[in-house]
């Protein structure tokens, strides 16, 4: 069974930095694409950085670029996000998902969803 764990999240000052990881269990992921979402209370869960299977493609959202940054360390079937100088509107709770290969623009296209971490950026 593919299974996806975040852990990392918690409690920061506005600013300051965390590391999510996202940790697969039951598969390698070697042949996944891996985004990372987050979902604030009332809106939409949206898409905030992925990168494809092979790490040669990734993409974020335009309000994160600069401060978050993807990669990933198959060897450790691990996909991480560094997320640095973060600011109040950063808060959400941050799921990662995968899909085959490619990135998608599109919640819909990924599956295997992990069960959330919640990142609240507050003084």
């Known amino acids: 069974q593919l299974q996806l764990v975040e852990s990392g999240g918690g409690l920061v000052q506005p600013g300051g930095s965390l590391r999510l990881s996202c940790a697969a269990s039951g598969f390698t992921l070697d042949y996944y694409a891996i985004g990372w979402f987050r979902q604030a209370p009332g809106l939409e869960r949206e898409g905030v950085s992925c990168i494809s299977s092979n790490g040669g493609s990734r993409n974020y959202l335009d309000s994160v670029k600069g401060r978050f940054t993807i990669s990933r360390d198959n060897a450790k079937n691990t996909v991480y996000l560094q997320m640095n100088t973060l600011k109040p509107e950063d808060t959400a709770v941050y799921y990662c998902?995968?899909?085959?290969?490619?990135?998608?623009?599109?919640?819909?296209?990924?599956?295997?969803w992990g069960q959330g971490t919640q990142v609240t950026v507050s003084s």
């Open positions: 998902a995968a899909r085959n290969y490619y990135c998608s623009n599109s919640v819909l296209h990924f599956g295997s």
